[in-house]
């Protein structure tokens, strides 16, 4: 293992540095996410409410299973409770970036946070 390194030489360490820099200083770009501003909850493919992040409050979303409902608290969002058999949405936790979703499928309800800038969609990871 130890044979290798004696093949580098000082450009080759120079740009392994350099790409470990680049790695390292694309972290906060890659992950930058902007403030979340409203959470919107659609019930079969139809907006069903805007909810404003800065106030804490409960949402009963009437569906074809029952009701979902959603918690919002402390700029963030999440779906408390859901009569779909395995409870994904439910699992998906706490939603408080701009991107973030949680799609509660079986009872076709869907909570997205939506912020100043959209960087990413959380079904990509």
């Known amino acids: 293992m130890i044979r290798w390194i004696a093949l580098l030489k000082p450009g080759d ?3 392994i540095a350099l790409g470990l ?7 906060p770009l890659a992950w930058r ?6 959470a919107v909850v659609r019930r079969g493919g ?5 909810l ?3 106030h804490d409050r409960r949402l009963d979303v009437p569906g ?9 608290d402390r700029r963030r969002v999440r779906v408390a409770a859901d009569p779909s058999p395995r409870q994904y949405c439910v699992r998906q936790g706490w939603l408080a970036r701009p991107g973030e979703i949680a799609i509660c499928a079986p009872n076709q309800v869907s909570v997205e946070v939506q912020g100043t800038s959209r960087t990413h969609d959380s079904l990509v990871y």
């Open 46 to 50: 139809e907006l069903f409410s805007e």
């Open 52 to 54: 404003d992040l800065r």
């Open 33 to 38: 996410a902007g403030v979340a501003d409203k």
């Open 64 to 72: 074809p299973l029952g009701v979902t409902t959603v918690l919002v």
């Open 13 to 15: 360490c120079l740009l």
């Open 21 to 27: 820099a680049g790695v390292v200083a694309s972290f």
